[in-house]
C-alpha cells in the first residue's frame, strides 16, 4: 500500500482470482483497489500524484518541508534516537525530505522501508544510498506485521511508524480500526505512529481529484480491467466501461465505479465463470475516505491510540496526525 496499497505478487494469483469471483458475483458488484497496483497501475499512480486535481501529495510535501523541525522534535521525543519505519514505502519521495532534515540536526536513526514489491524497495534503496550515505538502511518486503515483529526483536530503540499518502482512506472505518489495533499490538508503549489523513473540505476540490481532466484516474481504474485478462483470462472490452466517480459529502467518502455502457457478458477462464452486466449497471471499485478531526480523534481512541500532535498544511486540507499508544 500505499503506499499505496500493496501489489499482489504471482504467488497469489489464486486469492485475487478468488477476490474476483467474489465481487464480480456480488449484488452490487465490486473489485479491489489493492490489485489496482501492478506495474501499469503504479505508474498511473505515480501519475495521477502529478496531476493538478490530485492536491494530496502536495500537501503532505508540504507539511514535510515547511515543518520538519517540529516534526523531528515530537518524533524524537527528547532524544534523536528511533528506528523510522515506514509501512508501504513506494519511492520515499515524501519521507526523503523529513531524512534530509533529520540527518542534518544529527538524529541517530535507521530507516526501514516496508514494501510488497522488491523492485520498488530496490529502486528506493539505490536512491536512498546515493542521496544519503551515511544513512542506516534495513528496507524489508513482505508483510507489515510479520515485518514490524521481527523488527521489535532485532532492536529495543523507539519505533517510529509512517502510513503516509492517505493510504489509509482506502479502508473502510472497520478495516481501519482492524488494522490500526494490529499495529497496536506489534507496538511498545514508547512507539509512535504518524499517519496521512485528507480532510472534508470543498466537495468540488475532492471531486475534481478523483475524476481529472486528463483522464488519467479512469485510465487507473479501467487497467484493472486488463490486468484480470491479463492475469485471469477474462475477455473484458475496457470500451465498454466508463469511469465515474462521486463524493458524498455527508459522509466524507470519494468512490469510484466502472459503469457498463451496455448489456454485455465478461468471461473469466481462472474462476471458469462468465458474468452479465447490464447497461449503466456499477461496480464499485475505491473508496477515499475523507476525514473531520472529529472522525480521527474516534479512529485513535477505538484503536487504542491517542493523539499527540497534529500537523496541517498551509489550507487544512490535510492533516498527518501523530499517534501515541494510550
Ligand atoms: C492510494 N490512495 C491513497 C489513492 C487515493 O487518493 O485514494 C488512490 C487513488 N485513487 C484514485 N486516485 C488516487
Given amino acids: 500500500m500505499h503506499d499505496r496499497m500493496a501489489s499482489i505478487p504471482t504467488t497469489e494469483l489464486s486469492q485475487f482470482a478468488s477476490d474476483v469471483l467474489t465481487g464480480l458475483s456480488a449484488k452490487p458488484k465490486y473489485l479491489s483497489s489493492k490489485y489496482f497496483y501492478d506495474d501499469e497501475g503504479s505508474r498511473l499512480f505515480q501519475e495521477i500524484m502529478k496531476l493538478p486535481e490530485y492536491y494530496l501529495t502536495g500537501c503532505e510535501m508540504e507539511i514535510f518541508t515547511s515543518q520538519a523541525s517540529d516534526i523531528h522534535d515530537a518524533?524524537?521525543?527528547?532524544?534523536?534516537?528511533?528506528?523510522l519505519i515506514e509501512l508501504g514505502a513506494g519511492d520515499g519521495t515524501k519521507t526523503a525530505v523529513l531524512i534530509d532534515h533529520f540527518l542534518a540536526r544529527k538524529a541517530d536513526i535507521t530507516y526501514s522501508p516496508i514494501d510488497i514489491s522488491q523492485e520498488a524497495l530496490d529502486a528506493l534503496t539505490a536512491t536512498f544510498t546515493a542521496r544519503f550515505p551515511?544513512?542506516?538502511?534495513?528496507?524489508?518486503?513482505?508483510?507489515?506485521?510479520?515485518?514490524?515483529?521481527?523488527?521489535?526483536e532485532m532492536s529495543s530503540r523507539r519505533k517510529v511508524l509512517l502510513f503516509l499518502g492517505s493510504n489509509i482512506g482506502n479502508f473502510d472505518r472497520e478495516q481501519a480500526v482492524s488494522f490500526f489495533r494490529s499495529l497496536r499490538e506489534a507496538m511498545s508503549n514508547d512507539d509512535l505512529l504518524?499517519?496521512?489523513?485528507?480532510?472534508?473540505?470543498?466537495?468540488?476540490?475532492?471531486?475534481?481529484?478523483?475524476?481529472d481532466?486528463?483522464?488519467?484516474?479512469a485510465k487507473f481504474n479501467l487497467n484493472l480491467l486488463t490486468r484480470i485478462n491479463?492475469?485471469?483470462?477474462?475477455?473484458?472490452?475496457?470500451?465498454?466501461?466508463?469511469?465515474?466517480?462521486?463524493?458524498?459529502?455527508?459522509?466524507?467518502?470519494?468512490?469510484s465505479f466502472l459503469i457498463s455502457r451496455e448489456d454485455q457478458a465478461v468471461t473469466i477462464d481462472a474462476v471458469g465463470k462468465s458474468f452479465d452486466?447490464?447497461?449503466?449497471?456499477?461496480?464499485?471499485?475505491?473508496?477515499?475516505q475523507k476525514y473531520s478531526m472529529e472522525m480521527i480523534g474516534s479512529l485513535a481512541r477505538d484503536s487504542g491510540f491517542e493523539i499527540k500532535q497534529n500537523f496541517f498544511d498551509s489550507r487544512k486540507y490535510y492533516c498527518d496526525s501523530l499517534w501515541r499508544v494510550a
Fill in 134 to 152: 551515511d544513512l542506516r538502511m534495513d528496507a524489508r518486503q513482505g508483510d507489515y506485521f510479520k515485518i514490524l515483529r521481527s523488527l521489535r
Fill in 194 to 211: 504518524l499517519i496521512g489523513f485528507d480532510l472534508q473540505k470543498d466537495p468540488h476540490v475532492i471531486a475534481a481529484a478523483y475524476d
Fill in 277 to 288: 452486466f447490464k447497461q449503466w449497471e456499477p461496480v464499485f471499485m475505491e473508496i477515499s
Fill in 75 to 83: 518524533l524524537a521525543n527528547g532524544d534523536g534516537r528511533f528506528d
Fill in 230 to 255: 491479463r492475469e485471469l483470462g477474462g475477455d473484458f472490452d475496457a470500451d465498454k466501461f466508463l469511469h465515474y466517480a462521486n463524493y458524498r459529502p455527508n459522509e466524507g467518502s470519494a468512490r
Fill in 213 to 217: 481532466g486528463e483522464g488519467v484516474t
